[in-house]
C-alpha cells in the first residue's frame, strides 16, 4: 500500500509540474523554486509548535489548491504558480515520507515517524 501511495503522490507532482508549464513561466522557475516551502523550517528556530506550524502553513495541499484557485479566479498566474510549488513540492516530501508535522517532534509527522524508530515515550 505504501508504494501505491509513493506512486499516487509522484504522479499529483508531475501533475502540478505540467500545469505550472500551462502558465506564462519558464519551467525551470518550477525546479528553481521547488525547494521554497522549506524556509518554512526557519519555525523550529523558535520552538517546535511554531516550527510545525509555520511547516504545515507551507505544505498543506489545501492551502496549495486555494493559492492555484484564487490565482485562476482573480486571473493572478503568480499567485497559481505558488499554489503548484507548493502543491508539487508537498507531494514530493509525501513519496519521501515527510508529512505535515505534530506539535512535539519535528520527526513526527501525520504519515508517522520519519528517520526511524517511533521514541520509546510517544504514543
Excluded: C
Excluded at 505544505?59 to 499554489?83: D, E, F, W
Amino acid at each position: 500500500m505504501k508504494m501505491l501511495i509513493k506512486i499516487e503522490e509522484l504522479m499529483l507532482a508531475a501533475l502540478a509540474l505540467w500545469l505550472f508549464a500551462q502558465l506564462e513561466y519558464s519551467l525551470w522557475w518550477a525546479l528553481l523554486m521547488l525547494l521554497a516551502p522549506d524556509i518554512s523550517m526557519l519555525g523550529y528556530l523558535l520552538d517546535t509548535a511554531s516550527g510545525a506550524d509555520a511547516y504545515n502553513l507551507l505544505h498543506h495541499k489545501g492551502i496549495a489548491v486555494g493559492l492555484y484557485l484564487a490565482g485562476a479566479i482573480l486571473s493572478l498566474p503568480i499567485l497559481q504558480a505558488t499554489g503548484l510549488v507548493i502543491f508539487g513540492h508537498s507531494s514530493l516530501d509525501r513519496v519521501f515520507g515527510y508529512g505535515l508535522k505534530h506539535s512535539d517532534a519535528f520527526q513526527h509527522t501525520h504519515l508517522g515517524w520519519s528517520g526511524g524508530a517511533k521514541p520509546a515515550h510517544s504514543e
